[in-house]
């Protein structure tokens, strides 16, 4: 493989990671599932990352992974200079 080759290779693996958000999501063992007290915070950063964090101040118990994405998607998305 060329270096051409390779570079092109590493720029589309790069490209591709960056669609992925890193996220984290902290939830508090014991405590009965309350998404009104939980918090979400969406940054996306000048090389195009996205991190979400996540506190639900409370347990995760019974929470869908369609219920958490939907909603981390209704918090806005701010931008770091």
Same mark, same amino acid.
């Given at each position: 493989m060329?270096? &051409?080759t &390779? *570079?092109?290779a590493l720029e589309r +693996? @790069? +490209?591709s990671s960056s669609l992925e958000p890193? @996220? *984290?999501?902290v939830s508090h063992a014991? !405590?009965?599932l309350d998404? +009104?007290? %939980?918090?979400c915070t969406r940054t996306r950063w000048p090389n195009g990352h996205l991190m979400e964090i996540v506190n639900l101040n409370c347990g995760d118990y019974g929470l &869908? !992974? !369609?219920d958490l994405e939907n909603f981390i998607q209704s918090f806005p998305v701010e /931008? /770091? %200079?």
């Amino acid at each position: 493989m060329n270096i &051409r080759t &390779r *570079l092109k290779a590493l720029e589309r +693996a @790069r +490209a591709s990671s960056s669609l992925e958000p890193f @996220r *984290l999501v902290v939830s508090h063992a014991g !405590e009965p599932l309350d998404l +009104a007290k %939980a918090t979400c915070t969406r940054t996306r950063w000048p090389n195009g990352h996205l991190m979400e964090i996540v506190n639900l101040n409370c347990g995760d118990y019974g929470l &869908r !992974e !369609e219920d958490l994405e939907n909603f981390i998607q209704s918090f806005p998305v701010e /931008r /770091r %200079a």
